[in-house]
């Protein structure tokens, strides 16, 4: 048997971490941080795959949001109608010739005004209605086909992220193409076709005062352009800012113990200042850059209105144009205005969804777990526990082989224990053994049936595990230990618990089993925590165990509590123990010796001490101090 050190860290070859979306910044997102998409048709056209199961209901959607605008559009029309009319009675009343208001043509204007109003009304409440229906079924199908992802990809796909970039995708990603889907959609198709709407009806008016409205075009897009590209680069100073003061404030509250021990609260609360001062000059300066972009925009487009007020009313002198419409103008030149900003700012919330689909669809494009074959072996029951491993060879990285050809036997019933420094593959063996990871070569057999014949499923139900690093979800205890098994009965589940050495302290708590744990489980020691997932396992009752530093965090009088009740579950069946403290490990029946990939000894405990190798050097240098000063390794 011989191997190589392999690196067992974050896997090679996936694809870079991305940072995550920046937030908000100025008045209705100007200066925006964002992500741009890598692959904008690509994104778009899984997109409309998504939406295409409505696109009846966006059809709907488009209709009502036309309809809408337009009504909206016609409105200015009959408002100056009927001030045109007012006012040429007010002109003749003020020549003193004798004219009275035709308030019966004025009602039926204002009656046709209120009924555009009414109706335009109705037709937004139904774009953003069908809308809000629309956006929540596309993430509910994006998040539930995510989601069934993330179950079918393998154990290489997580260790090479962090949980907080995997969450992010799931819940900030999903969450900002809905809101996008929801409200800019309708948006822009309000904003474009108010746009050209408002044009056409401008030049209807009059094309000389059209001219003189979009003189102040250039100069307003001009400024926003000017003003944006700076705010941009100050908003992405905040978001460094604030992201270097996220993870200075989680590292001095997760180290809350370590920084008091060593006294350095000063050191983090200059640190702190520091950070905090860089924050708010950054944000001081995005904040004011960006809130002026509106001041402006509104100083610029009342010049416009200016403009339009004195040529309009020359011209109304001159009677090229009625009052009516020299105010019915203004409106569509605010209609005009207030769009192309909005139109902008959409463009840029519909860029960032993009990027968050993209961010989804990478992972829903990962390779999945190699399925199961369809010529699926069957293991006779009961299961005898016979576990061999016959030239295997396994690599997390192609180019730095880890583990090469790989020989071990396990009778039935055994309890093999390994043992070895930090990297010399003990976790690998068990990560082979269940499948998380499938081997490059060789073959691992159990009951003389090779493993990658059988269920994913099947085969991870032949172990109980109990791991180092305890895991225990919302809900109460009794509900955490009938994890193991589903359908327990409340009599399985206290005996478990007994035989876990966990009874005691569960019935000491105020609701006993029914005490509700949060997910961190924190109104529990770490020692308690790991006795319920050791009842957890006993419950599960399985035909093999493997066992990953399972007493490591309980006090060595409830350890060897433990371990008297661990002997008795693991009678009969095959075990696996990874220990790292070699006293929990003598009565083990083989001992394997692990280094770099390759097992370098077997044995019982004595007859490894009384070789003196490897093993005795690492049982010395833990106990009887005869290996201080050499490197164990």
Request: hydrophobic share 45%.
């Amino acid at each position: 048997m011989s191997a190589r050190q392999g690196n067992s860290g974050p896997v090679a070859g996936l694809p870079p971490r991305r940072p995550p979306l920046g937030g908000f910044g100025g008045p209705h997102g100007f200066g925006r941080v964002m992500e741009k998409p890598r692959d904008l048709r690509g994104t778009l056209r899984r997109l409309v795959i998504y939406l295409r199961p409505m696109w009846l209901l966006l059809g709907v959607v488009l209709f009502a949001a036309i309809a809408s605008t337009l009504l909206n559009i016609a409105a200015p029309k009959v408002m100056g109608r009927a001030i045109t009319s007012l006012g040429q009675t007010f002109a003749l009343r003020f020549t003193g010739m004798p004219a009275r208001v035709d308030f019966p043509y004025v009602s039926r204007l204002c009656l046709w005004l209120a009924g555009l109003y009414v109706a335009s009304s109705l037709f937004n409440y139904a774009t953003h209605y069908i809308l809000a229906g629309v956006s929540q079924k596309t993430v509910y199908a994006m998040r539930r086909d995510l989601n069934e992802k993330l179950s079918r990809l393998p154990l290489r796909f997580f260790d090479g992220r962090t949980h907080g970039e995997i969450m992010s995708r799931m819940t900030n990603d999903i969450d900002n193409i809905s809101m996008a889907l929801q409200q800019s959609l309708g948006q822009l198709i309000t904003s474009v076709v108010g746009i050209a709407g408002a044009i056409i009806m401008m030049f209807s008016i009059s094309w000389k005062l059209t001219l003189v409205s979009i003189l102040t075009l250039p100069v307003s897009l001009a400024v926003t352009a000017t003003i944006a590209k700076r705010s941009q680069q100050n908003f992405a100073a905040q978001q460094a800012a604030l992201g270097a003061l996220n993870g200075h404030v989680e590292e001095m509250f997760t180290g809350h113990k370590i920084v008091k021990a060593f006294g350095h609260e000063s050191k983090a609360i200059a640190d702190f200042d520091s950070i905090n001062e860089r924050l708010y000059e950054a944000s001081w300066r995005a904040q004011f850059i960006s809130g002026i972009i509106f001041p402006l925009m509104n100083f610029i487009n009342n010049i416009g209105y200016v403009l339009i007020s004195v040529v309009g009313g020359i011209m109304v002198t001159r009677r090229q144009i009625e009052l009516g419409d020299i105010t019915a103008f203004i409106q569509y030149q605010r209609m005009f205005a207030m769009p192309i900003a909005q139109t902008a700012n959409i463009v840029n919330i519909l860029q960032s969804m993009i990027a968050s689909a993209e961010r989804v669809f990478e992972v829903l494009d990962e390779e999945e777990e190699t399925p199961d074959t369809d010529a699926t072996g069957t293991i006779a029951l009961p299961v005898r526990g016979e576990v061999r491993f016959e030239g295997v060879r396994f690599s997390y990285r192609k180019d730095v082989p880890l583990i090469e050809d790989l020989n071990i036997e396990v009778r039935p019933g055994q309890t093999v224990a390994i043992v070895g420094p930090t990297g010399a593959g003990k976790t690998t063996l068990v990560n082979l053994l269940m499948r998380f990871y499938d081997v490059d070569a060789g073959r691992i057999t159990i009951d003389g049936v090779d493993i990658r014949t059988i269920p994913r499923e099947t085969l991870r139900r032949l172990f109980g595990m109990v791991l180092q690093d305890t895991w225990l979800f919302n809900g109460t205890i009794r509900e955490n230990i009938a994890y193991g098994r589903e359908g327990a009965s409340e009599e399985e589940i206290v005996r478990a618990a007994k035989a876990a050495q966990a009874d005691h302290f569960i019935r000491a708590l105020p609701a006993g089993y029914d005490t509700v744990l949060n997910e961190e489980a924190s109104s529990l020691s770490q020692g308690e925590r790991q006795l319920l997932t050791i009842a957890r396992a006993f419950l599960a009752d399985p035909p093999m165990l493997i066992l990953d530093e399972a007493t490591s965090s309980v006090d060595t009088r409830t350890e060897l509590l433990v371990q008297k009740a661990m002997a008795e579950l693991m009678r009969g069946r095959t075990s696996f123990v990874i220990a790292h403290r070699l006293s929990t490990i003598r009565n083990a029946d083989l001992i394997l010796v692990m280094n770099r990939g390759r097992v370098i000894e077997t044995g019982t405990h004595r007859e490894l001490l009384a070789r003196g190798g490897f093993y005795a050097e690492l049982y010395n240098s833990q106990f009887a101090g005869l290996a201080a000063g050499r490197p164990v390794a």
